[in-house]
């Protein structure tokens, strides 16, 4: 019985493996661009985008900073090609809390 999952196991390994995440890149001043493709990973839009977006969230709280000016970008893939969003973005200065006046 184990020998004939052991084929099954090995090709869900596969899939699983073949997706990734780009390091973030500075594409110019305090922006910066990271880039999620689902390889052939059965994900939906929703969750590729989530991804990628938590990723450059990561990153500006990394640094003390928050995300800002998010734009995403995706290779439009339908059915079961690899789909891939990239997201732009900058980090920006987390303000203070603004205290009441009275």
Request: charged share 20%; net charge positive; hydrophobic share 35%.
């Given at each position: 019985m ?7 196991a090995?090709?869900?390994?596969l ?7 780009s390091?973030?890149?500075s594409?110019?001043?305090?922006t ?16 590729i985008?989530?991804q990628?977006l ?10 003390g900073r ?20 990239t ?11 603004k205290?009441?006046?009275?």
């Amino acid at each position: 019985m184990l020998a004939r999952l052991a084929p099954a196991a090995a090709v869900l390994t596969l899939l699983a493996a073949c997706s990734s995440m780009s390091e973030v890149t500075s594409v110019g001043k305090d922006t910066y661009s990271v880039t999620y493709s689902s390889g052939t990973q059965l994900l939906t839009w929703v969750e590729i985008k989530n991804q990628t977006l938590q990723r450059a969230e990561q990153y500006c709280k990394s640094s003390g900073r928050k995300l800002q000016k998010p734009k995403i970008t995706s290779n439009h893939a339908t059915g079961l090609g690899s789909k891939r969003a990239t997201v732009t973005f900058e980090c920006g200065a987390i303000e203070p809390p603004k205290e009441d006046k009275q």
